[in-house]
């Protein structure tokens, strides 16, 4: 053996081997270096800090789904496109598709990544979440929907569990909880001022939270074991679920009534489908980003309590009645926020004990008796 091969030393009583790592840009090809520069939007996160990327990441998510939330609503509300949801997502994937290509085609690295069997997967499940959900607002109210969504905390854990073989502590799970129970809490009361249970309606945003709990651990997979880019993900993903849709809607005979509708309204259909489509991609490529920087739980709590401003919104905008009941619920889902911030930074955050809290009571009382006493 030569010493080419580590072996520095020989002797009938000892062996002394010296084994040299190579330098990590010795080993690592330009495949795995790219993951550490992560782009949204033309945004290079690597170069932030974890909180700087998180912050980024839940104001992108709050801003673009936001207005997202409020022209879904608005669209809906004009009368006679409710049995056309179908046909909203797939204008909505065609734009994504298109979005996506024009971003892929502005970066340096353009080679897909992901296996085309995965996408199929991936698409099939986000034609899922997307279309019966967009589909579901023919059949129920808006709160009625989010109801449903807002329950997919639970199913993403358990997601997590099974996909991914991950497990989760007591502060995961009673921020699921906690996020759940006061989103509903939140919604209950607009969907007891006006009810419209349906059981289509029921089914389809059943299925929608199925696909929904499934496909960020999914993507989360793909991506953290590929190192797929966001504009790749959206590109073959929305592409592949464009297709399914299409020939979906040419089997049942459901494009021609949708394009007829649509063309006598053009501006109040495609004009706002587009705004909506082009928050939709740029909210979805932060939620990306937050999957695979933070995790597929982390991605759906900030989304979830984006769902709980959205309500505000759709308050504001759509004259809704105000209860007492939306700020216990409000102040549930903030709770379970925290807890699930504490969860991911345990280390960072030092909660006050028992006895921090009693000395600042006792502080407290006496500020106030001195002040009484001046």
């Known amino acids: 053996m030569s010493a080419k091969y580590g072996l520095v030393g020989y002797n009938s009583s000892r062996k002394h081997i010296s084994i040299s790592i190579p330098?990590?840009?010795?080993?690592?090809?330009?495949?795995?270096?790219?993951?550490?520069?992560?782009?949204?939007?033309?945004?290079?996160?690597?170069?932030?800090?974890a909180p700087t990327q998180f912050f980024i990441c839940v104001a992108g998510v709050f801003l673009f789904y936001l207005v997202y939330g409020y022209l879904q609503e608005l669209i809906f509300s004009v009368e006679g496109f409710k049995p056309f949801g179908w046909y909203l997502t797939?204008?909505?994937?065609?734009?994504?598709?298109?979005?996506g290509l024009v971003?892929?085609?502005?970066?340096q690295d353009k080679r897909r990544r992901i296996p085309g069997k995965t996408y199929m997967i991936i698409a099939f499940l986000t034609v899922g979440t997307m279309g019966l959900s967009n589909t579901s607002l023919g059949y129920l109210n808006y709160p009625t929907q989010v109801i449903f969504k807002c329950c997919k905390l639970i199913p993403v854990m358990i997601g997590g569990v099974f996909i991914q073989g991950k497990r989760y502590n007591v502060a995961d799970v009673s921020a699921a909880l906690c996020m759940s129970l006061g989103l509903i809490w939140f919604t209950l009361a607009d969907s007891k001022v006006a009810p419209n249970f349906n059981v289509t309606g029921v089914l389809l945003i059943s299925l929608a939270l199925c696909a929904d709990?499934?496909?960020?651990?999914?993507?989360?997979k793909a991506m953290k074991l590929h190192n797929g880019s966001n504009s790749e993900m959206v590109l073959y993903s929305y592409s592949i679920g464009f297709v399914y849709i299409l020939t979906g809607l040419l089997c049942v005979g459901g494009l021609g009534p949708a394009v007829a509708f649509c063309s006598e309204h053009p501006v109040k259909t495609y004009g706002y489908a587009f705004f909506f489509?082009?928050?939709?991609?740029?909210?979805?490529?932060?939620?990306?980003?937050?999957?695979?920087?933070?995790?597929a739980l982390v991605a759906v709590t900030v989304t979830t309590g984006r769902?709980?401003?959205?309500?505000?919104?759709?308050?504001?905008?759509?004259?809704?009645?105000?209860t007492f009941q939306y700020v216990w619920g409000g102040l549930l889902v903030?709770?379970?926020?925290?807890?699930?911030?504490?969860?991911?930074?345990?280390?960072?955050i030092t909660l006050p004990s028992i006895k921090d809290l009693k000395g600042w009571l006792l502080t407290g009382k006496k500020v106030r008796f001195l002040s009484q006493n001046v």
Do not use: C
């Not at 797939?90 to 979005?99: A, C, P, R, V, W």
């Open 23 to 49: 330098s990590s840009t010795e080993v690592m090809s330009p495949h795995i270096k790219s993951v550490e520069e992560l782009r949204v939007l033309g945004i290079n996160l690597s170069s932030f800090s």
């Open 90 to 99: 797939l204008i909505q994937f065609g734009f994504y598709s298109m979005f």
């Open 103 to 107: 971003e892929l085609q502005l970066t």
């Open 213 to 220: 709990a499934a496909i960020g651990n999914v993507q989360e």
């Open 277 to 295: 489509s082009l928050t939709g991609y740029f909210g979805i490529s932060f939620v990306l980003a937050l999957i695979k920087l933070f995790g």
């Open 307 to 322: 769902k709980a401003m959205t309500i505000i919104l759709s308050f504001m905008f759509f004259s809704k009645p105000f």
């Open 334 to 348: 903030l709770f379970g926020i925290f807890l699930n911030v504490y969860s991911k930074n345990k280390d960072k």
